[in-house]
């Protein structure tokens, strides 16, 4: 049964060709939002962590597929609103479409609206929730939002102007990328979308990823690694225009992509100067990828480095932060709770568990109150600053931090 779980495609998922060439392999991995507790263990499994290039339309995508019920089995745990940079980034998002795209009494649907991080800034017009986790949606139906507990598709898209009309603007934020059909999801778009629409989305960006070694964020809920030159092919076949696109700092380095029906808006600069700054990065040729396996090699014999030799002295080693991404990291460099010895979250669902992979238990930071450890691998490294400075007394007692991201450095 255990080949049921996962599809290996062979074509790509924007153009349809099979040209495609692996440039990055990181090994078999658990799917990182399944954190375990003790008894489960045995029944773990991995699949493939292997990144493809379209030679084709130059989509940088996963072609094993791991089935939503694996990837997401038990209590899902993520909650935007646990981390506050991300929370403060969607009120300027709010903020942003408000003043560019709304009007009063305006419909605005987020597809995988998570808690209602998006929409609690945005109460004050029609909103709409879809959400394809119960527990989370819960959440974001305690904060007044009106939430669907569904997966967005063309019917889905029906139903909703059957009920509440045409959306004039639609987002779908950090979940674009996870989605295997995503010809099914831009159909419902299309139809959803008022002809003055504005379908806006984000989405961790490649010239980020390539730049700053973000290898980790690399996991099975990850399908597709976007650049804008793909995109603007992607839309183009269902008759929509992308018109402008904003580099954000979330994620280790996002894009906002705002697209609308075929000549519904004047198309901005920023398209095209995205699209340069993408070829002069070289992003559209599969030689530039060839580096990257061997960066992202060194990185993990640097961190077993620094971390090793701290245990073989017999320090405390423990990490900070279990985001999606610290799993990939942890599990492509083999660390166990040997290793280190606990990682703190602030997730109430993830604590009191273990990590998918290492099996590494979960504690609140409250322990940081108490215990110095010598050394804390920061797996969370995109709020770096911000963790830096809310950790500053655990620092002052002699404790420091790995940031693995984009280079090791120990601070
Ligand atoms: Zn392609």
């Known amino acids: 049964m255990e080949h049921m779980s996962v599809i290996h495609k062979t074509t790509c998922r924007i153009c349809k060709g099979p040209d495609l060439v692996k440039i990055l392999a990181l090994g078999d991995h658990p799917p990182v939002d399944n954190f ?86 945005l109460k004050d017009y029609q909103v709409l929730g879809i959400e394809p986790s119960e527990n989370v949606a819960r959440a974001a139906r305690e904060k007044g939002i009106e939430t669907l507990v569904a997966f967005f598709n063309s019917s889905l ?26 010809d099914e999801i831009i159909r419902g778009v299309r139809i959803l979308l008022a002809d003055d629409g504005v379908y806006a989305f984000e989405a961790h960006y490649l010239l980020d990823l390539i730049q700053k070694k973000e290898f980790d964020t690399v996991y099975h809920e990850h399908l597709c690694y976007y650049s804008v030159k793909p995109l603007i092919e992607l839309f183009r076949r269902f008759e929509m225009d992308i018109f402008d696109v904003e580099r954000q700092e979330t994620h280790g380095g996002s894009i906002r992509v705002y697209a609308g029906k075929k000549g519904a808006h004047s198309i901005e600069p920023s398209v095209q100067t995205l699209l340069q700054l993408e070829k002069d990065a070289g992003l559209h040729d599969e030689q530039t990828f060839a580096g990257f396996q061997k960066e992202v090699e060194s990185i993990r014999a640097k961190l077993l480095e620094v971390v090793r030799e701290a245990r073989t002295e017999g320090k405390k080693v423990i990490g900070y932060g279990a985001p999606a991404k610290g799993n990939t990291l942890l599990n492509y460099c083999g660390f166990t709770a040997d290793d280190i010895a606990y990682i703190t979250d602030t997730t109430p669902h993830k604590i009191g568990l273990l990590t998918p992979g290492s099996h590494i238990p979960v504690v609140s ?11 804390i691998l920061l797996l969370a490294w995109n709020y770096k600053d911000y963790i830096l400075e809310k950790e500053a007394d655990v620092r002052k007692r002699g404790a420091r931090f790995i940031i693995p991201i984009p280079r090791v450095e120990i601070v």
């Not at 930071?365 to 010598?374: C, S």
Request: proline share 4%.
């Open 365 to 375: 930071p409250d322990i940081l109150k108490t215990e110095t450890p010598t050394l």
């Open 36 to 121: 375990l507790s003790e008894k489960d263990i045995a029944r773990e499994k991995r699949y493939p962590l292997d990144v493809f290039f379209c030679r084709a339309c130059n989509l940088v995508q996963l072609l094993d597929v791991v089935s939503p019920e694996e990837l997401f089995h038990g209590d899902y745990a993520y909650f935007s609103s646990a981390s506050e940079p991300l929370v403060r980034h969607f009120e300027q998002y709010a903020s942003d479409l408000r003043q560019r795209f709304l009007s009063d009494g305006d419909l605005v649907v987020d597809i995988g609206s998570n808690d209602g991080v998006l929409l609690q800034f």
């Open 157 to 182: 898209a029906d139903t909703i102007i059957a009920s509440h009309g045409k959306a004039k603007v639609i987002t779908a934020n950090n979940v674009f990328a996870h989605i295997d059909d995503i």
